[in-house]
């Protein structure tokens, strides 16, 4: 009976969830700026009876918002994400998952008489390099959830397996100012060490380890060819299969770095800027939703390491995690493209919110209603954390 109740609630709210994905999709905000967003889906939350928690984590544009559902029971979060890329608008999605996020737990809403638990809605900013999710985790804001959902458009239907680390660093070389054609040797070329360093990672390429990715660039250099720069910025991007890869390709841009500086006798500083961890993945909470899409008519490939970085690995960190993805069209076009943008904003992006949404809460209401789906998920993320 309650699973009839929450579907004819679902198909109540679809209204609902178009009109977030058009409006997310609108603003195109993004990291840290998505102060129209999040008030806007707040103000929708707080409206239909949840209680909101604005400036979480100290995050301007960061929310709480939960609902009480009877009495005791589970803390189930929705992950929802509203940030937008430069120059690309939602290119990745995120105006979908938000629509979902939310979409579910209006409809879950319902069952406020019929089940025990709460549903949270984390509104998470920033996860196009800002690492919200990183500062919300760091706050403790994920530490009582019995689990966390997210949903993703993508190019497949599947279930969300481990993902790549990666870090984002800034470097900074300084040396001394000369002119080249006076006395070009009292100058230390600051440029020169950075493209050092760059050159001597290009090399340790072929040696790494298998899906080690970098990517670096040249952010300043110097401003006038005929002087000596004595300041180069570069910016440094690192991924690796699991946190202790990534410990690795640290300890190489930092030799790198190191051994630039001292062959240019200049000095160098190196910024963490962004750490995103490793998705851990936990099982029965990737089964429950599996169960979920299959029930639904979808066939789901079973989780496998997908080839990017997001900042959900923070949330996998602090509670049980699971997630899935839905193919954005047929062929899909990849995210971060204009093709994938476009599909966001039309009703074909719509259709997988509103079938995101249904995924969402019936697999929160199997969290309500089984202890041992809970158990199961507990002890599994229990047990990988004292393993690591």
């Not at 997988?352 to 929160?364: E, Y």
């Amino acid at each position: 009976m309650w699973k009839e109740n929450l579907l004819e609630a679902l198909r109540r709210e679809e209204e609902t969830i178009g009109e977030v994905c058009r409006t997310i999709y609108g603003f195109r905000e993004v990291m840290f700026e998505e102060r129209l967003s999040a008030s806007y889906l707040a103000d929708l939350l707080e409206m239909r009876g949840f209680r909101v928690s604005r400036t979480a984590a100290g995050l301007e544009t960061a929310f709480v918002a939960e609902l009480h559902l009877g009495k005791g029971g589970p803390r189930v979060g929705l992950l929802a994400e509203y940030d937008a890329l430069p120059g690309l608008g939602h290119a990745c999605g995120h105006n979908l998952i938000a629509a979902s996020a939310v979409g579910a737990a209006l409809a879950l809403a319902a069952l406020k008489e019929e089940v025990a638990g709460t549903v949270v809605v984390c509104g998470t900013p920033a996860e196009e390099g800002g690492g919200g999710k990183v500062i919300m985790a760091r706050a403790g804001l994920f530490d009582d959830l019995a689990g966390a959902l997210y949903f993703h458009p993508s190019v497949r239907d599947d279930l969300y397996g481990s993902t790549l680390g990666c870090r984002m660093y800034k470097a900074e070389f300084r040396g001394r100012e000369a002119h080249v054609q006076m006395n070009p040797q009292e100058g230390r070329n600051a440029l020169t060490g950075l493209v050092r360093a760059m050159a001597a990672l290009d090399l340790a390429r072929p040696v790494l380890p298998e899906m080690s990715r970098m990517g670096y660039v040249v952010t300043e250099g110097g401003k006038n060819p005929i002087l000596v720069p004595s300041s180069a910025r570069g910016e440094f991007f690192l991924s690796a299969v699991e946190d202790k890869g990534c410990d690795l390709l640290q300890d190489r841009l930092e030799s790198a770095l190191r051994e630039a500086a001292e062959a240019t006798g200049t000095h160098v500083d190196l910024t963490k800027v962004m750490d995103y961890p490793s998705v851990r993945l936990n099982g029965s909470l990737t089964d429950a939703l599996g169960r979920t899409m299959r029930h639904l008519g979808l066939r789901p490939a079973e989780p496998s390491l997908i080839i990017v970085s997001t900042d959900c690995g923070a949330v996998s960190l602090r509670c049980p995690f699971g997630g899935f993805r839905l193919a954005l069209g047929e062929p899909a076009p990849f995210p971060h493209t204009p093709q994938f943008a476009r599909l966001c904003g039309e009703p074909a992006g719509e259709e997988k919110a509103v079938l995101a949404a249904r995924i969402l809460a019936l697999t929160a209401l199997e969290l309500f209603e089984s202890e041992e789906v809970l158990y199961s998920a507990a002890r599994a993320f229990s047990e990988r954390r004292q393993g690591e």
